[in-house]
């Protein structure tokens, strides 16, 4: 079991343009909840998923933001038009439906 | 609305000095409370869930417990290579974890 796998592990964005940040679960987890992190700061929760469906959205910035989990696929977290206070980690994280959440290694993006 | 504390933000232990982390939480209906170890760089790792007050639960050096209002991470003994730090969590009403902003451990040989 290849465990949460997320890529890419580190991203480069100017200004403007956009960031695809992937997610794939663990085999048998059906729910996917993206956090992003800013340096010392703790988890802050944007989106949880499950397959074709948004279940909470509470934490994702109204604009610019967008997540899917689509039936065949990763998770995708989109940022349109990156602004330098984008820059963060971005972890994913799964769960089967009742039990305990697998992080994984995350994605640093960082907007120049 | 659900929140979680944890104390203190930085702790420097000596190698063998035993210790213990805080975290206070408010929420309606506990549905888990969870501790994670992070290193630089990297993902939170899974240590523990508790779900009732009198809960303990231990691993290597750690030993996380419960009550009502707070959950303690216990270290005994620490080694420089628990330095990380660790977070802890609850399960919202809605599924997701809500984290504190975490406790950095440094443990000097």
């Known amino acids: 079991n290849a465990g949460v796998m997320q890529n890419p592990r580190h991203l480069v964005r100017r200004r403007g343009q956009e960031a695809r940040l992937r997610c794939s679960p663990m085999?048998?987890?059906?729910?996917v909840y993206w956090y992003r992190q800013l340096p010392e700061e703790g988890l802050k929760f944007m989106v949880y998923?499950?397959?074709?469906?948004?279940?909470?959205e509470s934490g994702m910035p109204k604009e610019r933001f967008s997540a899917e989990f689509p039936k065949e696929g990763p998770s995708i977290l989109r940022i349109q038009q990156v602004v330098r206070g984008d820059s963060a980690a971005y972890f994913c994280a799964s769960s089967p439906l009742e039990g305990g959440y697998t992080f994984g290694s995350g994605t640093r993006l960082t907007v120049v | 609305e659900d929140q979680v504390t944890q104390s203190p933000e930085a702790l420097r232990l000596q190698e063998g000095e035993s210790s213990s982390l805080n975290c206070s939480y408010t929420?309606?209906?506990?549905?888990?409370l969870f501790w994670y170890r992070q290193d630089p760089g990297k993902g939170p790792e899974f240590l523990f869930t508790l779900y009732s007050a009198g809960e303990e639960k231990e691993k290597e050096r750690l030993k996380a417990t419960l009550t009502k209002k707070e959950s303690f991470l216990h270290i005994t003994a620490p080694k420089p290579e628990d330095s990380a730090t660790y977070l802890c969590?609850?399960?919202?009403?809605?599924?997701?974890?809500?984290f504190g902003k975490g406790t950095k451990l440094s443990v000097k040989p």
């Open positions: 929420v309606s209906g506990l549905r888990g």
């Open positions: 969590a609850v399960r919202g009403s809605q599924g997701n974890l809500i």
């Open positions: 998923l499950q397959k074709e469906n948004i279940i909470d």
């Open positions: 085999k048998g987890h059906s729910h």
